[in-house]
C-alpha cells in the first residue's frame, strides 16, 4: 500500500531544544511540503520541495529548517528560534502540479513543556 | 497577495439538512480542490475542479467552480453524522496551492 508516513504522533519539546519530525512517502510522488495548523485554523504553508535537493521556504518558514536529499524523505526541524512550535504538523506529497491533489500524512501534535 | 476566502468558518446543522460552504479566490485560478479533514484527523482530498463553470457530484455532495474560475461551492445534501468535520478549499494560481481557512460542519445534538 502506497502512503505517506509521518512520526512520531506526538512530540514534546523543552523550552531551547530543536526537533525533527520525520516523513516518508513511498508514492513515488516528486513534491512534498511541509504545513502547519493550529487550533481551529487553516493550513500555512513551511516548506516545500519540488525536486531532490532543492526545496523553498513557505508562507512561515521562518525557525524551521529542511533537507530532501532522497525523493521519499522530506524531514522537518523545529528549531528553538520557532519561538511558538505547539501546533499540529502534516506533511504532504503530490505528483508534479497535483492533479491528484495533495496525499497527507497523519500529522505530528508537538508540544512544548 | 493571493488569497482565497471560505465562508462561513462554521455552520451548525441538524442531520438531514443541507450544508454549503463556498470560496471566493481574488485571483483567477488555474483548477481548485476540495479536502475534508476529520475531527483529530489529516486533511483528504475530495476532488478538483478545471472547468469554468463545471460541476461534479460525488452521491450527496455536489461542487462547483465558477464562471470566471474565481469561486466555488460544496453543497452536501442531507447531512449525515459521517459528514463531521472541516471542508476545505485549496485554489491553484501560479503553481501555488492557496488554502481557504475551511468551513467546520457540527451536528447539533
Redesign the interface.
Known amino acids: 500500500d502506497g502512503g505517506i508516513t509521518q512520526s512520531p504522533k506526538y512530540l514534546f519539546r523543552k523550552e531551547g531544544q530543536n526537533v525533527t519530525l520525520s516523513c516518508e512517502q513511498n508514492l513515488n510522488h516528486d513534491a512534498m511540503y511541509w504545513y502547519r495548523q493550529d487550533p481551529?485554523?487553516?493550513?500555512r504553508l513551511i516548506y516545500y520541495s519540488q525536486i531532490v535537493n532543492d526545496f523553498q521556504k513557505g508562507d512561515i518558514a521562518e525557525g524551521y529548517s529542511v533537507s530532501r536529499e532522497k525523493k521519499e524523505s522530506f524531514p522537518l526541524t523545529v528549531t528553538s528560534a520557532q519561538k511558538n512550535p505547539t501546533a499540529f504538523y502534516?506533511c504532504?506529497s503530490s505528483t508534479q502540479g497535483?492533479?491528484?491533489?495533495?496525499?497527507?500524512?497523519?500529522?505530528t501534535r508537538l508540544t512544548v513543556v | 497577495g493571493q488569497q482565497v476566502m471560505q465562508i462561513p468558518q462554521y455552520q451548525h446543522v441538524q442531520e438531514g439538512e443541507d450544508f454549503t460552504t463556498y470560496c471566493n479566490s481574488s485571483t483567477t485560478l488555474s483548477n481548485i480542490q476540495w479536502y475534508k479533514q476529520r475531527p483529530g484527523g489529516h486533511p483528504v482530498f475530495l476532488i478538483q475542479l478545471v472547468k469554468s463553470g463545471e460541476v461534479k457530484k460525488q452521491k450527496r455532495l455536489t461542487f462547483q467552480f465558477g464562471e470566471a474560475k474565481k469561486n466555488s461551492s460544496l453543497h452536501i445534501t442531507a447531512t449525515q453524522t459521517t459528514d463531521v468535520g472541516t471542508y476545505f478549499c485549496a485554489g491553484h494560481s501560479n503553481y501555488q496551492l492557496i488554502w481557504g481557512a475551511g468551513t467546520k460542519l457540527i451536528i447539533k445534538p
Open positions: 481551529g485554523q487553516g493550513l502534516l504532504a497535483a492533479r491528484y491533489g495533495y496525499t497527507f500524512g497523519s500529522g
